[in-house]
């Protein structure tokens, strides 16, 4: 029994020691699993993908995607050293690709490399609406959502008696993790599905990411609405986890006025 109550209150106190806190919601969170091993493992599933996909022709749509990329990343780095954490910056090393697929789909890995399908710039009608897009999935990096949901993970799938363990630095299990949620070795890296209460902070994330980057966030309602209007067989593989279209509109109507009274100050220049 004392046993028992020891390995639980010391669980209880490693997991207490290993919350983070998201920038911009304040949204507290489990953190077992350290930067450099999500950002070793993100990286390698960013290369086996590269490595296949195919590199869009279509320079005009590509320098979209990298004038808009560069410039949310830009107004990512300006909220971190204005939050006092400048020392993330260093997390990131930007990238901005667009490959050739007819698919809605796009997605920022950890460490800021960044890819948009020729599906989805043919769908957005304008830097604003791209600016929705890699707000949304940059906010995901930003906020650490895959750190988190491995950290789940390796808790759920070890337990509380080897998590010192792991908060020691062993590899093996979160190397093991990362196989399976970034897909690793396979010819089509999958990124994790985050759960709804992830993508619902990446949307309000994303949409002061892009105010601050000059864009103009009023577009985003109906970009989510359209997007999930997209498809009539089912839903694109993008907006598999999303919320639904009502509560998503009426939560971005809701965050729209208080984040451009905020953070429209901080607009760079």
């Not at 639980?8 to 983070?20: E, M, Q």
């Amino acid at each position: 029994m004392k046993k028992s109550f020891f390995i639980i209150a010391t669980a209880v106190a490693l997991l207490l020691s290993s919350c983070g806190s998201v920038p911009i919601t304040g949204r507290k969170q489990l953190m077992l699993v350290n930067d450099s091993e999500v950002l070793s493992s993100s990286l390698a599933s960013y290369k086996s993908f590269m490595s296949t996909a195919q590199i869009s022709g279509n320079t005009t749509q590509s320098a979209q995607v990298t004038r808009v990329g560069k410039r949310i990343a830009a107004a990512t780095e300006a909220y971190l050293r204005a939050s006092g954490l400048q020392n993330e910056i260093a997390n990131f090393a930007w990238e901005f690709n667009l490959v050739k697929n007819n698919e809605l789909n796009a997605f920022c890995m950890p460490g800021g490399k960044i890819v948009v399908y020729e599906g989805m710039a043919n769908f957005v009608k304008s830097d604003d609406e791209l600016a929705v897009i890699l707000g949304h999935e940059v906010a995901h990096a930003v906020a650490k959502h895959s750190n988190e949901r491995m950290s789940q993970q390796l808790a759920a799938q070890y337990g509380g008696q080897i998590l010192g363990n792991i908060l020691k630095g062993s590899s093996a299990q979160t190397q093991n993790i990362a196989a399976k949620v970034y897909g690793l070795g396979a010819n089509y890296a999958v990124m994790l599905p985050f759960s709804r209460k992830h993508e619902t902070e990446a949307d309000e994330m994303g949409l002061v990411l892009m105010t601050i980057a000059g864009y103009n966030p009023d577009v985003a309602v109906n970009l989510w609405t359209r997007m999930g209007q997209s498809s009539t067989a089912s839903q694109p593989e993008f907006m598999s986890t999303h919320p639904s279209d009502a509560s998503r509109a009426a939560n971005i109507k809701a965050k729209l006025p208080a984040i451009k009274q905020q953070y429209g100050n901080l607009k760079l220049k």
